[in-house]
């Protein structure tokens, strides 16, 4: 019922906005294509985003295939890949054992020879035992054959902290993977990312690292009909600026964004226009985007739930640094998780990771807005 009035609603502001812009055919032309858009949009979670986007490329080309713990018969541990052992049988949806360093050594195979699989990690954490293949079979082989072997193979899985799993479950790969030469590391954060990152990754000829959250798998976002179309993918080294604004930017990727976003919309209230920046890639790192907008709002915070040292939101600070540093106001302030193993206990646990509060507190720093409690806090 509701939704019934807040549509007739709608449709009167409609009419009239149109009916002024009648006697300008741009503006009312401008106006069809943006109710278009508007009423095109639906909403989609990430784990349905992830999904569709795998089923489409299966679809699309019988060399693409899964493989990976409990993908199959129990639909993957996060439900990812829910339906695809009915749809395309087992010969391109594998249960594996418990051995990631075996079935991610055959998926680095059968890309060397020209199929494209990909490899599902239940964690990131587990994908330790088969960083061997990752990075000395598939990262290199491109490089050490001249060129002449393509590998053409996706690594993805929930990566970084989730709700008590403790020191050996919770950590976040951006960084580990971000470093080195021959793969393409992904970080999506909407449905739209997922699903347009994910596509692309699966279509690109070297291979490629996509790290999920899991906390995110079950968060809603508007998606276009654009986004929902078969052919849709996101351009892999390209940061969306989520929200612009004039005095400040924030650079998040993951599950970070959405904490900028609510930080950005409180410390809008103290008259604070925040820019948030969501990378999407962390490698190849999107350099311009970021230093574009430093140079626009003269200040920068870098927000990862990844340790401190040698991490992302370090690799940005350096490359300010070496490009815009003339363009800063203030210094560069880094949010990371706490240079500490991911305590069991929830409320050690909240203290080891960013949150959106000390997120307010680094903006109102570099802005020159600190209150007294910030300042005690800081103490």
């Known amino acids: 019922m509701m939704w019934g009035v807040v549509g007739r609603q709608a449709g009167e502001v409609g009419r009239l906005i149109f009916k002024r812009c009648s006697n300008d055919n741009a503006a009312a032309m401008a106006w069809v294509a943006a109710s278009k858009r508007f009423m095109s949009t639906t909403e989609m979670n990430v784990r349905d985003a992830l999904n569709s986007a795998i089923d489409e490329e299966m679809s699309a080309d019988s060399k693409v295939f899964v493989i990976g713990e409990e993908v199959g018969e129990y639909q993957g541990a996060y439900k990812v890949t829910k339906g695809l052992l009915q749809k395309f049988g087992p010969d391109r949806v594998l249960d594996t054992p418990i051995t990631e360093a075996g079935f991610t050594g055959l998926g680095v195979g059968a890309a060397f020879q020209g199929l494209k ?56 790969f951006a960084a580990w993977y971000g470093q080195v030469p021959g793969l393409k590391v992904l970080v999506p954060y909407s449905a739209e990312d997922a699903r347009g990152l994910l596509k692309a990754a699966i279509r690109d000829p070297d291979p490629v690292v996509f790290l999920e959250n899991e906390l ?80 626009k709002t003269s200040r920068l915070v870098t927000l990862e739930e990844g340790w401190p040292q040698h991490g992302v939101g370090a690799e940005i600070c350096a490359s300010v640094v070496e490009e815009s540093f003339y363009y800063l106001d203030a210094p560069v302030e880094r949010i990371c998780g706490a240079d500490v193993p991911m305590p069991y206990a929830a409320n050690l646990e909240r203290l080891a990771v960013p949150q959106v509060e000390d997120v307010i507190r680094a903006v109102r720093r570099a802005c020159h807005r600190s209150s007294a409690e910030d300042q005690r806090e800081a103490a």
């Open 117 to 172: 699989p990909i490899v599902e990690f239940m964690t990131f954490n587990f994908a330790m035992q088969a960083i061997d293949h990752i990075i000395n079979s598939a990262a290199k082989t491109n490089y050490m054959s001249g060129g002449t072997i393509n590998v053409p193979i996706v690594f993805r899985g929930p990566n970084g902290a989730a709700a008590g799993v403790a020191a050996q479950h919770s950590q976040c």
């Open 216 to 295: 995110m798998y079950g968060e809603t976002f508007p998606v276009s009909s654009e986004v929902l179309d078969p052919s849709f993918t996101l351009p892999i080294g390209q940061a969306k600026v989520e929200r612009e604004g004039k005095d400040i930017t924030i650079t998040a990727f993951s599950k970070m964004v959405g904490y900028a976003l609510k930080a950005a919309d409180e410390l809008a209230k103290e008259g604070i226009s925040v820019e948030v920046i969501n990378l999407r890639s962390i490698r190849p790192l999107d350099r311009a985007t970021i230093n574009a907008s430093v140079r």
